[in-house]
Every structure is written in structure tokens, then in C-alpha cells.
């Protein structure tokens, strides 16, 4: 497998030097000079006609968030804050339990994607790198589930949960107790394995050279140790890729966590809050502090993409193409 | 494998052959339970009517008939699925790759990637709500940037002519910064030296890209076509932040009829039901972008 | 229905989090061994909740074995939040209801039957009408609360200006006087609706049911299996009210949340709409609310539903529940008002407890609310027996109105359309 060549090119003569047309004798470099212009305005000019369509709103959100509620009862609503109301920031964590919610996200989503870096890792490694009766099969039931929609599994998901044996106060046969619906496990469980990411895993894991884990057997290690301390070092970009699609997808999945802690408050993470006071956000008194809280939840991750977003880009590229 | 044999020593079980079923006992075991029990609890459930407070009532074939013979609505959000899927591809894909195209020639790209990436790492619901205020009428952004230039806005999310035409736009918007960059990173892949050649050949920009880099890129425009068809068709979470399926159902969609289906009027047997006949859409269209994708001369993984 | 809140507070999560805590800590320590937790679900806002909840703190000094814990859903995730976490298996000892969810949650087996002493005190303690609210199959299902009844807000200067001086009396005198009040700009869109709708569906379907009694129709049939909504007086009011938005007096956007803002000059709404009006209003509400009958000629009527507080059937302190219940709903001396009648007076609410109304004639003769009183006390505001899938129906009919609304489809055929899913509806219930 080849890896691929991830660094986009620039190309060479990327922006015209003036210079060039002044010494240029003929009419047709001048024409040419004059081409690379236009193609020079309509390439930047298209990148920020679209940086401004994606930043526009965020723009909104904040100033929006700055405004005072008599601001937004006037007719016409008062764009530009008078006097921006840096305070509601903080009563996003006041008025309503953003830590709590925070918190939550934290520890499902940080959950989540630990589970899923050791279940991929693992099988992966077993797909990639060993040969054994059933790969081929697993191998397609693998590439085949990641189209089956989710929402097809959130009724039978639910009640699967629900009736889980001896937890949340069920008897053997699931009935009694809650199951496992009151507790993290109902937002973690169900996302334990992603196919994806097994798949994406599998990927990475081909990378790592079958002479090296030769050697390291002759040398007696185990199995779990050519996984442990050959493999996954080899493979630790692709883990953080991993790790960050993970983390970004369920960060900010709102439908299963909706669903499971409707009546469960003290289980909602940030997106679900957000969403279940909508009806009190149509209340224009309320929609500062929703924009401020929309900000709040939206914040931490762009924070933690930016900081890694090279490895976001090297995942984007390896799970679409074969090497 | 014998059970003395475990006893004498454990370490010794896990060898060459066995290792890798061991490696994949957390996914299989997954796969039980949150794959194939749900599969098959949901196609026993569509042919039962049940409400989850009592238990459910065998009834054959009858939600089936209910959803294609008594159930006006479901059609339609099935008309309303096509409309989307088909708005969100046949304007998304386009506008990804003509923005990877620029972007993979430009400078400053980690700039540009930041912010085109901003969209696909904001929550679904943070997106729905900040869109919710860009497209308020009429005092929404959007609109005072249109009155500015005498335009009257429409009333995007409260028209119904409109409402579709919003949702595909935010749910493009979401999406553009992901496949751009993934139309980059093939673009990326390209061998620069036979766009070179063609250029001391004397042929156009616009040939070069229409002969050598789109079918070059062809793999990576099968695959964000495949994935963004697949992911439009199940895709339900922003419609009901934005708008809830409404005005008068002109975006409910097939997925978050179900969903509504299930959860608000408890017809759990009859949502399972139309769940499954959204799963073989999908997998019929899978199927048809497989065979064109194989006929492209890509092979599926 | 919720009237929206000023202060956010969703400490709810925070509180629960810390007494579900203690509630396991209950279960197993002997200290605590006879301590019970009840959870008591509503719609209202911690804000709302203030008097009741203080309430709750004195009956717990009063009862050291009870813990009181509200569990708060908004008003359009409540039916949602209720059944779902009942089928998850953690289901709040008391409910407040909505009337029209009654028929689902009765025979569902949600809500469990009244013990006689309540019985007893509700037919004695309250008006007739609004206990047939909380009746389904002739049983009385809870204790009646909030009621809730529809008339013509106005806003007096917007009528002032365009030279009235006395809202309307029936729905063409409406249409007439709206055209005048309404304003657009100059790209000709609408500023000031003369009339306003809104975007749920009893926005829709309450003030279009006032509308169909007042010409003598109710909504549905006697035998309860079908609807009106296919008789000529309802295609015709349907009509009316999508010419309405074919002439620009109305439209989509402006909703009866913004008639504080002054850009709506009448509207169909309830009475608890009048703390929104309040707040958003401040010192400008007298001077600018005005409340007038329903425009439906001399003979107007309009609709009335209430909540009333039941208890769930699979609650393991039932005995305790309804205790509660009933101490809520008590005067706690002669001549003061109930824990639950302070709390809904205070938010701006009515209730149907004779002693409460007693107790609070200051509140209820302000011109704001004597109307609404009146309309209940006179008969004139009707409640409608109780129909299986209420919510599902409301939605239906919704969708329909809404269609004739913006001109997607004939007010006839939307409605027909509607009649006949409605009846499918009705059908599969039974």
C-alpha cells in the first residue's frame, strides 16, 4: 500500500510578481501576465467569498450573543450592541447547569473514544496483519455495516438496553429496573465499536512491516505483545486521526443522546441541553444567552481541531482511498 | 484447544492462530448484541403493532400496506428524501470541488483550512440555531444584508416554498469544508508532472482539468458521492433543529418521520417497518453506485 | 401551555442529580430507610415553580420521611419525556397532565385510578366543567389545575391609529379592521400584521375550534369516530383566515410572540399568554392590552382544557402521591388560596377551585383577566370530550389549516384530507 502524498501542492508560480510585466517586452507576455492576474483574483477571490459564507454566522452568533433583551424587542431589533454584554458568557454557566453538561460531554465522549482507539486497534491489527479462517467474511461484514443507517437501530437499541439483565435493578429476564438507560453506559455502549473505525485502523495497521513482527516472534514475544509494543507505536498518527474523528463526531451527536436522556437530566451533555430548552430560546428575552451558550458548546472543539487538525486531514484521505 | 491445555498454561493459548479471534472478541461480541440482535428485533418488530407499553400484536403485513396504501405523509417525505439527498449532492459535491480545486493552488492553506473546517467541527445543534438566526425573517442577517441591496428575503424557514431550499444550503454549508479537503488530498495525490506536461503541450486550464485531473480524481468523486448520498438519504438530526419538518411537512423527511413515528406517537412497530424500507432504498442505491464504481474502474476497497 | 419564562434555570439537572443520589443512598443505609422520594413532573419553569416549590420544602419539614423532587420537561417535550422515560422504567410519581393526553395515558395504563376520598373532593372542591377535563370513561382521572380558555387580544393603540375605537365583533369586522392596521415596508414586507397566528399546533387549532363553536359546530362528532372539519362553517372559517395571508394582513413570520414588540394587532389567545404579555410589555401592558369576546357574532363561544395532577400507576408510593396531591390543592386556612391556586394566580394562570377563585378576587377581576373568568363562569368557553391520539390529531389538523394558510391547497380538500386521516386515527385507537 502506498501512502499517500498528503501535502497538497502549491503550485509554483502562485502569485504574479508586478515586476514581471514592466520587463516583459511582448504583447503576449503582457497577456499572459494579465491572465495569471485574473486567474489570481478569481482563485483568492472564490477561497474568501467562501471563508466569509463559513465565518458569517459564526460572526452572528457572537454579536448576537452580546445584546441586551431590550435590544432584541425593538422594532427593528438593534443589531450592533450598544454596550456588548461580556456577561453573558457566564450566565450561560449561571443560569444554566453548562458545567454539568460539560462535564457530561467530557466524560461520554472521552469514553467513547478511548473504547473505540482499543477496539479498532485491535481488530484491525487481527485483519491486517494475520490470516485466519473467516477474515474475508468479517472483512466485508465490516465494509458492508458502515452503510446501514443509524437510525434503524435506535428503537431496537433502546429497549435493548432497557431489558439488559441484572443492571439498573432488571431481574434476569430484563424486567423490573431501568437497565442500563439511567446510567453513561447507555450513551457509551452502544458506540463501542465503529466499523469505520475498524476499518480505518485496519488501514494503518497494513502499514506496519510483517518483517518486524517476524523478528519480534523469534525473539518470543506474544502476540499481545507484537500488538502492544510494535504495532501501536508504529501506528499512533493514525490513532490520533482516529481519536479526533471520534471525539468530533460524538462531541457533537445529539439524536441517541436526546433519546436516552429525555428523562435524565443529570446525563445530558451539552448538544442535548441545547436542544431540549429550544422552546424557551423562542422567548427573544432568551436567545442572548442561547447564542452564548451555542458558543459555549461549539468552542472547545474548534480549540481542539485546530490544534490537531494535520492528523483531522491524514484520516480524512486514508479512510477514502486505497493505498 | 483443550481445557487441560488452559489450565497448564494460559499464555500459551493465545497463539499465531488464535490471537486474532481473541483481538476480535470486543468487536464480535459488539456486533451480536448492537448489530444483529437490533437488525433482527426491528424486522420482528415491523410486523407488529406495538405501542412499548403493552406487548406488541402480530399483524403480518400490515404496516407495510399502511405506509404505501393509508399514509400520504410517508410518501411524501420519501419525495422529500430525494429532494434533499438530490439537493445536497448535486450542490455539495460541485461546490467542494471547485473550492478543492483553488484551494489546493493557494497559499496560506492551513488558514483556509481553519476556516473552512470551522462548519463540520460545530455541533449539529449548534449549527441549526446559529442558522436559525441567520435565516429569522426579517430580521435575520441574511435578510438585512438583502434588504441593503432592495431585496425582500423570504421568509426561509417559515415559507414552505423556501424551507427545503434553506436546509440543503445550512447542510451544504456544514459539509463543504470535509469534502473539500478530501477532494484536496486526491488532488494532492495527483502526479503534478502530467499536468506539466500537458501545459508544455499547450492545452488549456480548463482541458487539462476535464481530460487529466478529474479522471484522476474520479475515485475520490465515487467515493464523496457514495458517502454523501448514503449519509443525506439517513440524515435527519439538523432538519429537526432548523425546522422540525415543517412548514406544513415540506422538509420532514423520511428518517425523522420515523423518528417522530417511534418516540412522539409511540408506533414502534410501524416505524421499524418504515425504517426497513428506507434501508433497502439505501442499499439499492448503494448497489447502483457500486456498479457504476466498478465500471469507473475502481475497485471497492 | 407554557407561558415562556424569563429567568433560564435548568438547575433541575444539578438538583436531581444530587436527591436520585440521596434516593440511593435511601435505599440502602438504615438511616434512611424510611425515606420515600416523590418526583413531581411539570412543564413550568423553576421561576414558575417558585410558590409550589416552596410549598414542597413545607411539607417535607412537615413529613420528614418524603422528599419532593420536580422533574421539568418543556411543554413541547413533556408528552415525549413522560412516555419515554416511562418505557425506560423511571417514571415520576405525579404528572401534571395535559387534558388532551388523557385517553393515550389512561389506556396506556400510564396514570393509575383516583382513591374515593379524591374523587369525593374533586366534585365537591371544584366546577363542573373542568372536571370533565380530567374524566375519561366517565372516571375522574386527577386533581383539576390550570385551566386555560381563548379570547380576542388586541392592541389598543395599533386600532386607535388606524381610527377604532372598539375591537371587533365578528370575523369580517376582524379582516376589515386588520387590513387597516397592518403595515409593510418598502420592499413590501409585512412590519405590522393586523392579526397574528403561531407556529404550534393549538396556535392553530385552539382558535380555529373557537371560531366552529361560536357557528354551533364542535370538532368532533358525537360518537367521537370523525370530525366536523369537513362541514361548510369550518372550510369557511379556514378560508377567511388563509385570505387573510393571500392579502399580506398576516404572514408566517410575525406570531403572537411578537406582540409585544407592537407589531400585532390582534390575535386568538389564552389567558396565560397575559404573563409573556406582562414581561415583555412592562409598564406599557395596561395602556396597550386590550381583551374582548370571541369574534363570532352574539353567540360566541370559545375552547377551554386544563391540566389536572395524577399520579402514575406503577408508582411505588401511591398512597403518598395522592396525600401530596390533595395537601397541594387545600387551603391551608379559610379565605387563603391552595399551594397549587398561589403558584398558578401568581404566574398569571386560572384555575377551577372553588375555594382558590374565593381567595382571589383581586387577581381575577383585573381587567385582563375578569373576561377570560367570565367567559369560563358564563358557559360560554366549551371543553371538548377527551379523544384517544389527541396529539397526533392536533398535528393533523395543524398541517391542514396550515396548508389553506399559505395557499398550498384548497381549504376544502386540506381539510378533507385531514378528516379522513384523523378517522384512520380514530379507527386504529379503538
Request: proline residues 5%; contains cysteine.
Amino acid at each position: 500500500m502506498r501512502m499517500l502524498s498528503h501535502k497538497a501542492k502549491t503550485a509554483q508560480a502562485d502569485l504574479p510578481k508586478p515586476r514581471d510585466a514592466t520587463n516583459a517586452g511582448t504583447t503576449a507576455a503582457h497577456a499572459r501576465t494579465g491572465r495569471k492576474w485574473a486567474v489570481w483574483i478569481v482563485k483568492y477571490g472564490i477561497l474568501s467569498l467562501g471563508a466569509v459564507i463559513m465565518i458569517l454566522p459564526f460572526a452572528d452568533m457572537l454579536i448576537g450573543a452580546l445584546r441586551t433583551p431590550v435590544e432584541r424587542l425593538a422594532r427593528p431589533p438593534v443589531y450592533w450592541p450598544a454596550i456588548p454584554q461580556w456577561h453573558n458568557f457566564i450566565r450561560a454557566f449561571t443560569d444554566l447547569p453548562m458545567l454539568a453538561w460539560l462535564t457530561n460531554s467530557v466524560i461520554v465522549t472521552g469514553a467513547i473514544t478511548v473504547v473505540q482507539l482499543v477496539t479498532s486497534a485491535l481488530a484491525g491489527f487481527a485483519l491486517a496483519k494475520y490470516r485466519f479462517r473467516g477474515q474475508n467474511l468479517i472483512l466485508r461484514i465490516v465494509l458492508v455495516a458502515q452503510i446501514f443507517p443509524f437510525f434503524l437501530f435506535i428503537i431496537p437499541m433502546f429497549f435493548i438496553l432497557r431489558y439488559w439483565p441484572f443492571a439498573g435493578g432488571n431481574d434476569w429476564l430484563g424486567q423490573g429496573g431501568t437497565g442500563l438507560l439511567d446510567s453513561y453506559l447507555a450513551l457509551i455502549l452502544p458506540f463501542a465499536v465503529s466499523w469505520y473505525g475498524v476499518f480505518l485502523m485496519r488501514q494503518f495497521m497494513l502499514t506496519v512491516p510483517d518483517e518486524l513482527l517476524d523478528a519480534a516472534r523469534i525473539d518470543g514475544a506474544s502476540e499481545f505483545g507484537l500488538f502492544w509494543r510494535i504495532a501501536l507505536p508504529l501506528v499512533r498518527p493514525g490513532m490520533v486521526t482516529l481519536g479526533l474523528l471520534v471525539w468530533i463526531y460524538h462531541w457533537n451527536e445529539v439524536i441517541w443522546t436526546m433519546t436516552v436522556t429525555r428523562a435524565a437530566p443529570e446525563l445530558q451533555t451539552v448538544t442535548v441541553g441545547i436542544q431540549l430548552l429550544r422552546s424557551e430560546f423562542f422567548d427573544e428575552r432568551n436567545q442572548s444567552l442561547q447564542q452564548a451558550a451555542l458558543a459555549v458548546s461549539v468552542i472547545p472543539v474548534i480549540v481542539l481541531f485546530l490544534c490537531l487538525q494535520r492528523f483531522y486531514v491524514r484520516g480524512l484521505s486514508m479512510g477514502s482511498l486505497k493505498g | 484447544m483443550t481445557v487441560s491445555a488452559l489450565r497448564l498454561n494460559p499464555a500459551k493459548m493465545v497463539t499465531q492462530k488464535t490471537a486474532p479471534y481473541l483481538f476480535l472478541v470486543p468487536v464480535l461480541l459488539f456486533g451480536l448484541v448492537f448489530f444483529a440482535l437490533p437488525l433482527v428485533a426491528s424486522l420482528y418488530l415491523s410486523f407488529t403493532s406495538w405501542n412499548s407499553l403493552v406487548a406488541p400484536r402480530w399483524i403480518g403485513l400490515a404496516n407495510y400496506e399502511h405506509l404505501f396504501t393509508r399514509d400520504p405523509l410517508f410518501l411524501k417525505t420519501l419525495l422529500n428524501t430525494l429532494v434533499f439527498t438530490v439537493g445536497v449532492v448535486g450542490i455539495g459535491v460541485p461546490a467542494s470541488l471547485l473550492l478543492a480545486g483553488v484551494f489546493s493552488r493557494s497559499r496560506y492553506q492551513a488558514l483556509w483550512r481553519s476556516i473552512y473546517s470551522l462548519p463540520m467541527v460545530t455541533n449539529v445543534v449548534a449549527v441549526g440555531f446559529i442558522w436559525w438566526f441567520v435565516l429569522a425573517d426579517p430580521w435575520g442577517v441574511l435578510n438585512r444584508l438583502l434588504a441593503l441591496i432592495g431585496i425582500a428575503g423570504p421568509a426561509w424557514l417559515n415559507d414552505p416554498s423556501t424551507a427545503m431550499i434553506a436546509v440543503v444550503m445550512v447542510f451544504v454549508w456544514m459539509h463543504l469544508g470535509q469534502n473539500m479537503l478530501l477532494f484536496s488530498a486526491g488532488l494532492g495525490a495527483i502526479d503534478e508532472s502530467l499536468h506539466e506536461a500537458a501545459r508544455i503541450d499547450g492545452a488549456s486550464e480548463a482541458r487539462i482539468f476535464w481530460s487529466i485531473t478529474l479522471p484522476l480524481l474520479r475515485p475520490t468523486i465515487l467515493f464523496v458521492l457514495i458517502t454523501s448520498v448514503i449519509t443525506a438519504i439517513s440524515y435527519f438530526a439538523l432538519i429537526l433543529v432548523l425546522t422540525e419538518g415543517g412548514p406544513v411537512n415540506s422538509t420532514n423527511v423520511t428518517a425523522l418521520y420515523i423518528y417522530g413515528m417511534a418516540f412522539t406517537d409511540l408506533r414502534l412497530g410501524r416505524a421499524s417497518a418504515a425504517a426497513y424500507v428506507l434501508l433497502v432504498v439505501i442499499f439499492l442505491v448503494s448497489l447502483l453506485q457500486l456498479r457504476v464504481l466498478r465500471r469507473g474502474g475502481v475497485e471497492a476497497y | 401551555m407554557s407561558p415562556a419564562p424569563v429567568g433560564l434555570s435548568l438547575k433541575v439537572a444539578l438538583r436531581l442529580l444530587a436527591t436520585s443520589g440521596l434516593a440511593v443512598a435511601g435505599l440502602s443505609g438504615p438511616v434512611w430507610a424510611q425515606q420515600k422520594t416523590i418526583t413531581v413532573a411539570t412543564h413550568y419553569t423553576d421561576e414558575q415553580m417558585r410558590p409550589l416549590t416552596a410549598c414542597f420544602r413545607r411539607y417535607e419539614a412537615e413529613n420528614p420521611n418524603i422528599r419532593i423532587v420536580h422533574q421539568q420537561a418543556t411543554f413541547r417535550d413533556f408528552l415525549q419525556t413522560i412516555l419515554t422515560s416511562r418505557i425506560g422504567g423511571r417514571s415520576p410519581d405525579i404528572y401534571n397532565v395535559y387534558s388532551i393526553w388523557g385517553v393515550q395515558l389512561v389506556s396506556n395504563g400510564v396514570l393509575a385510578e383516583s382513591p374515593a376520598d379524591i374523587i369525593d373532593f374533586v366534585r365537591r372542591e371544584y366546577e363542573a366543567r373542568t372536571v370533565d377535563a380530567a374524566t375519561v370513561d366517565g372516571k375522574i382521572w386527577g386533581v383539576p389545575a390550570e385551566v386555560s380558555t381563548y379570547l380576542l387580544v388586541y392592541n389598543k393603540n395599533l386600532l386607535k391609529e388606524a381610527g377604532y375605537s372598539a375591537p371587533p365583533k365578528t370575523w369580517d369586522e376582524l379582516a376589515a379592521m386588520a387590513a387597516k392596521i397592518s403595515k409593510a415596508d418598502a420592499q413590501g414586507k409585512l412590519t405590522v400584521a393586523g392579526y397574528a397566528f403561531g407556529p404550534t399546533p393549538a396556535n392553530a387549532v385552539h382558535p380555529f375550534r373557537t371560531l366552529l363553536f361560536s357557528r354551533g359546530r364542535s370538532l368532533f362528532t358525537e360518537d367521537l369516530r370523525s370530525t366536523n372539519l369537513t362541514a361548510p362553517e369550518a372550510v369557511e372559517i379556514v378560508t377567511k383566515q388563509a385570505e387573510m395571508f393571500r392579502q399580506n394582513i398576516t404572514n408566517a413570520s410575525i406570531q403572537v410572540r411578537d406582540f409585544p414588540s407592537g407589531s400585532v394587532g390582534m390575535m386568538i389567545t389564552a389567558n396565560w399568554f397575559k404573563d409573556t404579555l406582562r414581561q415583555g410589555l412592562g409598564d406599557k401592558f395596561e395602556s396597550t392590552v386590550g381583551v374582548a369576546p370571541i369574534p363570532g357574532g352574539d353567540d360566541w363561544r370559545t375552547y377551554q382544557y386544563s391540566f389536572y395532577y395524577g399520579v402514575d400507576a406503577r408508582s411505588p408510593s401511591k398512597p403518598e402521591a395522592w396525600r401530596l396531591v390533595r395537601w397541594l390543592n387545600t387551603p391551608s386556612e379559610p379565605g387563603k388560596r391552595s399551594c397549587v391556586g398561589d403558584m398558578l394566580m401568581t404566574m398569571g394562570g386560572l384555575t377551577a377551585n372553588k375555594a382558590d377563585i374565593m381567595a382571589s378576587q383581586a387577581e381575577v377581576n383585573d381587567p385582563f383577566t375578569r373576561p377570560y373568568v367570565e367567559a369560563i363562569s358564563s358557559g360560554r368557553a366549551i371543553s371538548e370530550k377527551n379523544v384517544p391520539q389527541a396529539s397526533e390529531i392536533e398535528v393533523t389538523i395543524r398541517g391542514a389549516i396550515e396548508e389553506a394558510w399559505l395557499g398550498r391547497q384548497d381549504p376544502q380538500r386540506a381539510l378533507s384530507a385531514a378528516n379522513a386521516q384523523i378517522e384512520s386515527i380514530l379507527r386504529e385507537a379503538r
